[in-house]
């Protein structure tokens, strides 16, 4: 027996789809506006994951120009069929629903097949039935007419892949499992024992979120709702506990024929989530024809024990050197490819990023190239050279939540042209500087060390520290009060604050680790 700790993928990996093929499972997740999209990820315990590639590495299966912070990728799902894995989700930004297709899951992966105003809505999955037909299932609005805020329902078509289109008639089979239910969404469909279950989120990505599951004897229904919906909610814990928001499940049987959930779920500290929506673990049992969750708990626990043994990889790296001719895979972007914005041949060894008249509080694609935050406390550093050319040039670090919540340190000049360092805050789109110093030029290291909803911001130059602020306030970067559906990452930056530049700042390696 193996003991899992939750979650099974730290920060903002939210919408978990899995598929297991043999010994071998295979999990995916939502990346919204950033770039690449869809990180795809390996595992033969449960417990230990390597990212291996991501689905949408090419902007022209990616376009996400002008897109929100937390719109583009929603919801994938992963399934494997026939020696041909596939991946189906929904850019809300534009094209709507697709599918791609892979022989090996680390890639590459093929342009997208989209399926136009024929499949409405958003996060669409496959099944493969035993005859080896293929079905859409999604969510969408109510065709006859959205009454309410949340009025959507899940649909079921028949999709043809040779020819890339949906066939035959679009059936609604359920619309979730409480009487006026908002937000049926992140439906799956299973065949087991002669029935096939339908899996869904419902109530909302928030406090009331919920798993509910319906079965039939046949694909179009009718589908009968378990009797002991919800299969799995914390809405009923009070606001205080420290696992919430859980729902948006998916279910894999492992080669012993042993079911396992694995669904998104938040952890707030103090009332505030930095991390956003993370993946988590569940065992699965099937009682009287319907799964129950963690049978004799039924919520999430901080450990679970399952019935595999431990498969390791080498650890995660913690200090990011920049010698390869690609960025490692744990790193994004916003909106666009990191070729359109820095070099990694420059200037051998180092990243350059180029100062364009993209920022941060813009909805575009500013010179930024960073990774999730994963702990509640953690520290992430740059070797950092730069001198800005001209005032409103700057380079360093940041930590984002979206383009209208974000806190940048910051090296700049100022009107008498010394090097100076800015810490500012963005937030509800307002920036403010909340602390400034004049340092001595040259190349430096910034560093950022969180424990939990406050940072001190350190500027080190020649074995030398200082302390640049202390017990700065990070809750506006939160879910409660940002919104949205993304967590924080941090990460290095450059802009020119909407000048044209010619000049770069250059990073000879990043650090991140939890402490």
């Known amino acids: ?11 903002f990996y939210p919408d978990p789809s899995i598929c297991a093929v043999g010994k071998d499972f295979y999990l995916v997740t939502s990346t919204f506006a950033y770039f690449p999209g869809i990180p795809v990820f390996h595992s033969r315990d449960l417990k230990n994951w390597k990212q291996i590639g991501h689905v949408l590495d090419r902007t022209s299966q990616l376009p996400l120009a002008g897109c929100g912070h937390s719109q583009g990728i929603y919801a994938p799902t992963i399934r494997y069929y026939d020696g041909t894995f596939y991946v189906i989700t929904t850019n809300v930004s534009g094209g709507g629903n697709f599918y791609v297709t892979a022989e090996d899951p680390a890639g590459p992966w093929s342009d997208p097949v989209w399926l136009g105003d024929d499949a409405p809505g958003i996060d669409p999955s496959l099944f493969f039935d035993e005859d080896g037909a293929c079905y859409y299932v999604g969510t969408r609005p109510n065709p006859d007419g959205v009454r309410y805020n949340g009025d959507w329902e899940i649909w079921v078509q028949r999709l043809d892949l040779e020819q890339g289109c949906l066939t035959g008639e679009s059936v609604k089979i359920w619309k979730g499992a409480m009487n006026g239910v908002i937000w049926p969404e992140g439906p799956h469909l299973y065949r087991k024992d002669g029935y096939y279950y339908l899996m869904i989120a419902e109530g909302g990505t928030g406090p009331d979120h919920s798993v509910t599951v319906a079965r039939s004897r046949e694909i179009f229904g009718p589908y009968e709702g378990n009797p002991d919906n919800p299969i799995l909610t914390h809405r009923h814990l009070g606001k205080n506990y420290p696992v919430t928001y859980v729902g948006h499940g998916d279910l894999a049987e492992d080669a012993a024929g042993n079911w396992y ?21 569940a065992r699965v049992v ?3 024809g319907w799964p129950v ?26 200090v990011f050197h920049f010698w390869r001719d690609r960025l490692p895979m744990e790193f994004v972007t916003l909106r666009n490819s990191a070729e359109e914005m820095c070099s990694l041949a420059e200037r051998q060894g180092w990243l350059r990023l180029r100062l ?8 575009a694609d500013p010179s930024y190239v960073g990774v999730r935050q994963r702990h509640f406390c953690w520290q992430a550093a740059a070797l950092l050279d730069f001198t800005a050319q001209q005032e409103e040039e700057a380079a360093g670090l940041a930590l984002v939540q979206s383009d ?7 090296k700049v000049r100022n009107e008498r042209g010394t090097a100076c360092i800015h810490i500012r805050r963005c937030e509800d789109g307002v920036d403010q500087k909340i602390a400034a110093a004049e340092v001595p030029d040259g190349v430096c290291v910034l560093r950022i060390v969180c424990r939990g909803l406050e940072a001190d911001l350190y500027f080190e130059q020649n074995g030398v520290k200082h302390c640049m602020a202390q017990g700065v306030d990070l809750r506006p970067l939160s879910t409660e009060i940002a919104g949205g559906f993304t967590g924080c990452t941090v990460g290095m930056y450059a802009s020119a604050e909407g000048a044209d530049s010619s000049s770069f700042a250059d990073f000879g390696w990043f650090s991140y680790e939890g402490l």
Not at 297 to 313: A, D, N, Y
Not at 356 to 363: K, N, S, Y
Not at 404 to 410: A, G, H, K, M, W
């Open 1 to 11: 027996m193996l003991t899992v700790n939750n979650p099974i993928l730290n920060g």
């Open 261 to 281: 959930m694995v669904m998104l779920a938040s952890r707030p500290q103090q009332g505030y989530t930095m991390m956003g929506r993370e993946t988590f673990l």
């Open 286 to 288: 099937w009682e009287d």
């Open 293 to 318: 969750v963690n049978p004799g708990i039924g919520k999430l626990e901080e450990q679970v024990t399952i019935p595999l043994e431990e498969s390791r990889f080498e650890p995660a790296d913690t």
């Open 356 to 363: 364009r008249r993209e920022t941060l509080r813009d909805a």
């Open 404 to 410: 209208r919540y974000n806190l940048r340190f910051e």
